[in-house]
């Protein structure tokens, strides 16, 4: 199946009140068990690719050529978006567009509202013309995204008229406010804003996303998509699953140098992780149908 925007599949899920997870891409065996883990949940899945891996994954032409060949590889039939994940500029998301990219993430949330506003209505503008879809995000998500860090005091809630401003004037596809989810590990207990969650659904009608998926209670999880989280986006997850699992091998087995005898492994991990949050999710099986 070819690449596919996020818009149809996020709207379905919206109103299924299931999520669809986005699984970010950090090397050749991530986007090997992200697409394989979908195609044996039968599950509508979205690869994301953060900005500072674009250089370490050989540039977003690479990336998007590797994703293609593995979908014609691996005979995959279920919906799959290539997402550009907390994209800085509205160069860098036309660069992923032109590049084969079908859903870009424009994050102009360190700005006013009035700039974040512009350029996210830029990048709709162009990206909407070619039929790819956009992210937005609106408030400061805390935490620690590959090389984008934001601590405590910068965090803060989206402000429901602040939200429904930006989905009126620009037009996007899906809306990620910040609600006291963090990216990377959890400090503690985390406090997310279902109340206002909810209503942010509610007075904007789009499909919600919620950064920071790993860590989360199952509850919190399920709750969130009662809210009205369409998306949810995992990564640090399953860089540990992956990780823990090199670490057992060659401390099993010091003598080993065959990169395949530990990456494979580490590719099962994956897989097996992802496998468990498309359940979590409820996406498992609703591969039918999301093809836009």
Same mark, same amino acid.
């Given at each position: 199946?070819? &690449?596919?925007?996020?818009?149809?599949?996020?709207?379905?899920? =919206?109103?299924?009140?299931?999520?669809?997870?986005?699984?970010?891409?950090?090397?050749?065996?991530?986007?090997?068990?992200? &697409?394989?883990?979908?195609?044996?949940?039968?599950?509508?899945?979205?690869?994301?690719?953060?900005?500072?891996?674009?250089?370490?994954?050989?540039?977003?032409?690479?990336?998007?050529?590797?994703?293609?060949? &593995?979908?014609?590889?691996?005979?995959?039939?279920?919906?799959?978006?290539?997402?550009?994940?907390?994209?800085?500029?509205?160069?860098?998301?036309?660069?992923?567009?032109?590049?084969?990219?079908?859903?870009?993430?424009?994050?102009?949330?360190?700005?006013? &509202?009035?700039?974040?506003?512009? *350029?996210?209505?830029? *990048?709709?503008?162009?990206?909407?013309?070619?039929?790819?879809?956009?992210?937005?995000? =609106?408030? @400061?998500?805390?935490? @620690?995204?590959?090389?984008?860090?934001?601590?405590?005091?910068?965090?803060?809630?989206?402000?429901?008229?602040?939200?429904?401003?930006?989905?009126?004037? %620009?037009?996007?596809?899906? =809306?990620?406010?910040?609600?006291?989810?963090?990216?990377?590990?959890?400090?503690?207990?985390?406090?997310?804003?279902?109340?206002?969650?909810?209503?942010?659904?509610?007075?904007?009608?789009?499909?919600? *996303?919620?950064?920071?998926?790993?860590?989360?209670?199952?509850?919190?999880?399920?709750?969130?998509?009662?809210?009205?989280?369409?998306?949810?986006?995992?990564? %640090?997850?399953?860089?540990?699953?992956?990780?823990?699992?090199? @670490?057992?091998?060659?401390?099993?087995?010091?003598?080993?140098?065959?990169?395949?005898?530990? =990456?494979?492994?580490?590719?099962?991990?994956?897989?097996?992780?992802?496998?468990?949050?498309?359940?979590?999710?409820?996406?498992?099986?609703?591969?039918?149908?999301?093809?836009?």
């Amino acid at each position: 199946m070819a &690449l596919v925007s996020m818009k149809e599949m996020l709207q379905t899920a =919206l109103e299924g009140k299931y999520a669809v997870g986005q699984f970010n891409l950090n090397n050749l065996e991530f986007t090997q068990a992200i &697409l394989q883990a979908a195609q044996l949940e039968q599950a509508p899945v979205i690869l994301g690719v953060s900005e500072a891996y674009i250089p370490y994954m050989g540039g977003l032409p690479c990336i998007a050529g590797i994703v293609k060949a &593995l979908i014609e590889h691996y005979g995959i039939t279920v919906p799959v978006a290539l997402h550009l994940d907390h994209g800085s500029s509205y160069e860098v998301c036309i660069k992923a567009i032109h590049a084969g990219f079908t859903s870009v993430m424009i994050d102009a949330s360190h700005h006013s &509202l009035e700039h974040n506003i512009e *350029v996210t209505r830029q *990048v709709t503008q162009a990206a909407h013309v070619l039929g790819v879809s956009v992210e937005s995000e =609106l408030g @400061r998500i805390t935490g @620690r995204e590959d090389d984008l860090v934001v601590d405590d005091a910068d965090g803060m809630y989206a402000v429901a008229e602040d939200c429904v401003k930006m989905v009126q004037e %620009t037009g996007i596809d899906c =809306l990620a406010p910040a609600l006291g989810s963090v990216h990377g590990p959890y400090r503690g207990q985390p406090k997310l804003g279902f109340e206002r969650m909810a209503e942010i659904k509610e007075l904007t009608g789009v499909p919600l *996303v919620l950064h920071g998926g790993s860590g989360l209670p199952d509850d919190e999880i399920r709750q969130a998509i009662a809210c009205g989280t369409a998306k949810i986006n995992v990564n %640090t997850d399953n860089q540990i699953a992956c990780t823990a699992t090199i @670490r057992k091998f060659l401390n099993d087995h010091p003598d080993a140098y065959d990169p395949r005898n530990y =990456l494979i492994p580490a590719r099962e991990a994956i897989i097996a992780s992802v496998r468990a949050k498309i359940q979590l999710f409820g996406s498992a099986g609703k591969a039918g149908g999301n093809v836009g």
